[in-house]
């Protein structure tokens, strides 16, 4: 059973165009994550949301919306895709980004979805 | 401003030698230290981690490392190193005070020649 399994794997797409990525995951985990990972391979958080709430929003374009339909999914949508957005995207969850204990705070993450825009 | 460093974007190694990954970083908070492994295609896999209490952690894959707190850092070791630790390995710091996002290091790549 894959912990945090993410849809598509790849996605190959026009400039302009609208997508969405999925985020699913059966640990019973509190909080998700999106990162975005770039050319060089640097990773960079984008959202978190815990129980369905957003509580990280870093400085991304309004085109990328998060949305949490219950706290075991997190998709992403992106509206108007640009060049720029060709990157591979992860999703993670921990148990309790917020709050509990310690170990909570581990981030488990999805095997990533690789888009590209042409 | 948060940030992490790992100062060398590759690494070679011959198969069995020791292996020491550098990361340095610099918080404002009290931090949680992780590192992660990525094999090419892969996602990320959490290698150890450090919260608190003995600054020496052992994580999965024979690999250890060591919370270095007046010098901010720290290094990922493995005594021996096998061919299938290949990958690209990514240092990570995270604090509750800021939501627990994780801010990564650029990642160094290790190369283990036979």
């Known amino acids: 059973d894959t912990a945090v399994s993410q849809t598509p794997k790849y996605l190959v797409t026009q400039m302009g165009n609208d997508k969405s990525i999925k985020c699913e995951q059966n640990?019973?985990?509190?909080?998700m994550y999106w990162y975005k990972q770039d050319s060089k391979k640097f990773l960079k958080i984008m959202f978190s949301?815990?129980?369905?709430?957003?509580?990280i929003n870093e400085t991304v374009p309004n085109r990328f919306s998060p949305k949490s339909p219950d706290k075991a999914h997190l998709n992403l949508h992106i509206n108007s895709l640009e060049l720029g957005d060709s990157a591979v995207y992860f999703c993670?969850?921990?148990?309790?980004?917020?709050?509990?204990?310690?170990?909570?705070?581990?981030?488990?993450f999805g095997a990533g979805t690789r888009l590209s825009v042409l | 401003a948060q940030s992490v460093t790992q100062p060398d974007i590759h690494i070679t190694v011959s198969e069995g030698a020791s292996l020491e990954l550098r990361c340095n970083y610099s918080?404002?908070?009290?931090?949680?230290l992780f590192w992660y492994v990525q094999s090419p295609g892969q996602g990320l896999q959490l290698l150890l981690k450090?919260?608190?209490?003995?600054?020496l952690v052992q994580g999965i894959k024979g690999f250890e490392a060591e919370f270095k707190r007046s010098q901010s850092s720290f290094n990922l070791r493995k005594p021996s190193v096998h061919w299938s630790d290949a990958a690209e390995y990514f240092c990570?710091?995270?604090?509750?005070?800021?939501?627990?996002?994780?801010?990564f290091g650029a990642g160094t790549i290790l190369r283990v020649k036979s």
């Open positions: 993670a969850s921990s148990q309790d980004g917020t709050s509990g204990g310690l170990a909570k705070n581990i981030q488990y």
């Open positions: 640990l019973g985990h509190d909080t």
């Open positions: 949301y815990n129980n369905k709430e957003l509580i």
């Open positions: 918080y404002g908070a009290t931090p949680y």
């Open positions: 450090y919260f608190s209490g003995d600054t």
């Open positions: 990570a710091v995270g604090a509750r005070e800021y939501g627990n996002k994780l801010v």
